[in-house]
Every structure is written in structure tokens, then in C-alpha cells.
């Protein structure tokens, strides 16, 4: 199975941060990877599909980029809604695997 | 708007079969380019993919379960539903069915169903 790594686990900031996630996969992906945002008690949100594209509804400030085996998500200014949890999760090959989530807290 | 909403028993028993139903809002759920997941996530940790069906009843499933894993799907009522044979405390999870735009994303989500499992 295809094995996603976040980076980091979990970091502190403040609100209008800039904040950078990491999702690095075991073996190229292209560029099928897609981005969740996860709020306690509620299912997850999908933020960014291909790796890139944002999704209807999805404020700017969230972006990702990336192909192979490295990729980011970015929030350009953390808003107070934005500490939460996020996931990347792989479409290349099966089994569907997700990464192990980095929280984000305030500082 | 499509919404799915998760039924099931909330607390099943070691050794017996989980088995949840996903209800779509969407009529015919065989419409689009879609297939129809299930992910879990035990309480406080992270997302596992069980698996996903198409509209013909084609499915993949994690090899982690598939011994314990079917999947189906009926058009006609809008459902599908999961079955997870064997079942330990393991398995004690919150379980969502999704929607996955194929090979894109989990576009849509039900709200989950908690199930414990429990003598």
C-alpha cells in the first residue's frame, strides 16, 4: 500500500499565518491527491482534488501544489475556522490511503 | 444538494456482522461518474478507506479487510450498504459513506454513525 506522510503532526499559529502542510507519498502519485479539511465531531470537507484544484465553495486562501511524491497544502492567512485538522488521501492506487492528519492549533 | 445518511446498529456484539445502509438523496444514484465509499475513523485517530462500489456492483475493498468486507449497492432504492463480517473491538469506529467524484475525491459525506463494538 501506498504509505502517506504529513508533516508536522501538528504545529501552533496565529491568526493571518501563513501555514504550510506537507504530504510526502512512498511512490509517484502523478498528481492524485486531494486535500480534507476535518472539524471534531463532522465528516471531512474536501478542499483541493488532482492535487490543485480547489473546489467550488472553498475560500482562496486554500491552495495546493505538488506532483511525484511531494505536495502541499497552504493557507495563506489562517482564519479563526481554519484550526482544525487536515488530511491528504492518495487516488493513484488501491487501497485508497489516507495520511495521519496534521493538527492545527493557536498559538 | 446530495446528502447520505448512514443506518445501522450502533453497537454489535465480537465475532458478529456489522452492517450499515447509506441512503442517497440523489434519484437514480446510478446517474454520474461516481462511486460510493465507505472510510472509517475510530474515535480520536484518523481516516481508513474500507472500500467503494460502482453502479454495476463492481467494488474494491481494502486488502487490510477484505477477508470481512461486501459491499452493495441497490439503484433502485437510492442505497448501499456494508458488511463487516468477524467484528472485534478493533472495529469500534465512526463509519461515513461518501461520494467519490472517480478518482478525484470524496466530494460528499454523511454525518457518520458511531459503532461500538461490545459484549
Same mark, same amino acid.
Given at each position: 500500500a501506498i504509505q502517506l506522510t504529513q508533516s508536522p503532526s501538528s504545529l501552533s499559529a496565529s491568526v493571518g499565518d501563513r501555514v504550510t502542510i506537507t504530504c510526502r507519498a512512498?511512490?509517484?502519485?502523478?498528481? %492524485?491527491l486531494a486535500w480534507y479539511q476535518q472539524t471534531p465531531g463532522r465528516p471531512p470537507k474536501l478542499l483541493?482534488?488532482? %492535487?490543485s484544484t480547489l473546489e467550488g465553495g472553498v475560500p482562496s486562501r486554500f491552495s495546493g501544489s505538488g506532483s511525484g511524491t511531494h505536495f502541499t497544502l497552504t493557507i495563506s492567512s489562517l482564519q479563526p475556522e481554519d484550526f482544525t485538522t487536515y488530511y491528504c488521501q492518495q487516488f493513484y492506487d488501491f487501497p485508497l490511503t489516507f495520511g495521519g492528519g496534521t493538527k492545527v492549533e493557536i498559538k | 444538494q446530495v446528502q447520505l445518511q448512514e443506518s445501522g446498529p450502533g453497537l454489535v456484539k465480537p465475532s458478529q456482522t456489522l452492517s450499515l445502509t447509506c441512503t442517497v438523496s440523489v434519484d437514480p444514484i446510478s446517474s454520474g461518474n461516481y462511486f460510493w465509499g465507505w472510510i472509517r475513523q475510530p474515535p480520536g485517530k484518523g481516516l481508513e478507506w474500507i472500500g467503494r462500489i460502482y453502479t454495476n456492483g463492481g467494488a474494491n475493498y481494502n486488502p487490510s479487510l477484505k477477508t470481512r468486507v461486501t459491499m452493495s449497492i441497490d439503484t433502485s432504492k437510492s442505497q448501499f450498504s456494508l458488511n463487516l463480517s468477524?467484528?472485534?473491538?478493533?472495529?469500534t469506529a465512526i463509519y461515513y459513506c461518501a461520494r467519490e467524484t472517480i478518482w478525484s475525491g470524496y466530494d460528499y459525506w454523511g454525518q457518520g454513525a458511531l459503532v461500538t463494538i461490545s459484549s
Open positions: 512512498s511512490q509517484d502519485l502523478n498528481n %492524485a483541493i482534488h488532482a %492535487a | 468477524s467484528v472485534t473491538a478493533a472495529d
